[in-house]
Antibody, heavy 122, light 114 residues
């Protein structure tokens, strides 16, 4: 059974940093690209970033480019999202999700974690 | 970026009746490989999104056959043949054809039971 468990969310001040983690199990982790998708309170879904199976390729939404860094440790089956220079508009539930291909392109987000809440406020 | 537009914003359906949701993309989602990269998700209240339909019309594992997807190019439809109470939530369409990789979602359609 595919399981994705996010952690690391919390309250942070504007301009601050936070690192999210996502622990994966139930599939061959290094064979699949992974993504982060966020959902602001009461709003829709917004893609944040995708990383290839090897970690060699990363893609970011314009809204987070230059502030967020997505990485993975295939030896630990874990993803990391380093979020710097946080803004109020980054407040959201952050979901990690598995893609159906190694590279990530032309693929569905087929399994999702339960999400972790990030609140950016003073 | 490819813009995904869903209609209606909300839908109130009597149990056992059909429901239909439309999704339009700003660019064709038909790839040169012949596949069309359009997906449908359901986010039930208090839960994370779950994949219902991939590549326009293929039901994901465990999805009941009352859900069906259709369409081509830029116009797509999700149909529920007979709505059940467990189908309430927000439905989203998503595209994955854009390169460099950038996924975009529709704004969502909230389905409620009358």
């Amino acid at each position: 059974e595919v399981q994705l468990v996010e952690s690391g969310g919390g309250l942070v001040q504007p301009g601050g940093s936070l690192r999210l983690s996502c622990a994966a199990s139930g599939f061959t982790f290094s064979s699949y690209a992974m993504s982060w998708v966020r959902q602001a309170p009461g709003k829709g879904l917004e893609w944040v970033s995708t990383i290839s199976g090897s970690g060699g390729s990363t893609y970011y939404a314009d809204s987070v480019k230059g502030r967020f860094t997505f990485s993975r440790d295939n030896s630990k089956n874990t993803l990391y999202l380093q979020m710097n220079s946080l803004r109020a508009e980054d407040t959201a539930v952050y979901y990690c999700a598995k893609l159906g291909t190694w590279f990530g392109e032309l693929s569905a987000l087929d399994y999702w974690g339960q999400g972790t809440l990030v609140t950016v406020s003073s | 970026d490819i813009v995904m537009t869903q209609t209606p914003l909300s839908l109130s359906v009597t149990p056992g009746q059909p429901a239909s949701i439309s999704c339009k993309s700003s660019q064709s989602l038909l790839h040169s490989d012949g596949k069309t990269y359009l997906y449908w998700y359901l986010q039930k209240p208090g839960q994370s999104p779950q994949l219902l339909i991939y590549e326009v019309s293929n039901r994901f594992s465990g999805v009941p056959d009352r859900f069906s997807g259709s369409g081509s190019g830029t116009d797509f439809t999700l149909k529920i043949s007979r709505v059940e109470a467990e189908d309430v939530g927000v439905y989203y369409c998503m595209q994955s054809i854009q390169l460099p990789l950038a996924l975009t979602f529709g704004g969502g359609t909230k389905v409620e039971i009358k």
